[in-house]
């Protein structure tokens, strides 16, 4: 099974205050952990609310909202996506995560949905071409990394 792991903001993640060497190198310590038990498939930070946008759907409408977002505790810091048997192995995993925070935070952890998941509506049709998109967006993330690394 996978899971996300959903870091929430923090005041300090949404005024753009970036994590210390220290906090850093301790985060990159598990993820290495989390490498070497065969967990981690993705793990990304991303930027505060006040970059962001968000896009509300109302029938045909479309409504753009600039960041900044004020309620911090609905917004993400970052995540993580593992491979666990089971959500107590999830759970398991994030309680080992070291505190690196100044402030209190939560990470939400939600199991990612699976083929079986959607029933019916997930015919072979739709899983061939949902088996599709993976190809070519691991394809271009592949040439994305090359061109970056070139770049260095």
Not at 56 to 76: A, N
Not at 88 to 106: C, H, L, M, Y
């Amino acid at each position: 099974m996978k899971f996300m792991l959903i870091i929430k903001s923090t005041k300090d993640s949404e005024a753009g205050v970036p994590p210390t060497t220290e906090q850093m190198t301790t985060m990159m310590t598990y993820h290495e952990e989390m490498v070497k038990a065969g967990v981690l498939l993705a793990a990304e930070g991303v930027h505060a609310s006040s970059k962001g946008a968000r896009v509300r759907f109302s029938g045909t409408k479309r409504t753009v909202i600039d960041g900044p977002f004020t309620e911090t505790k609905e917004l993400i810091a970052g995540f993580w996506l593992i491979q666990a048997r089971s959500k107590e192995e999830a759970i398991e995993w994030v309680k080992r995560f070291p505190n690196v925070w100044r402030e209190d935070t939560e990470i939400e952890i939600r199991q990612v949905a699976e083929a079986e998941d959607f029933g019916p509506s997930f015919t072979p049709e739709v899983g061939a071409q949902l088996d599709r998109i993976h190809e070519e967006g691991t394809a271009q993330e592949a040439k994305r990394r090359a061109q970056s690394a070139g770049a260095r």
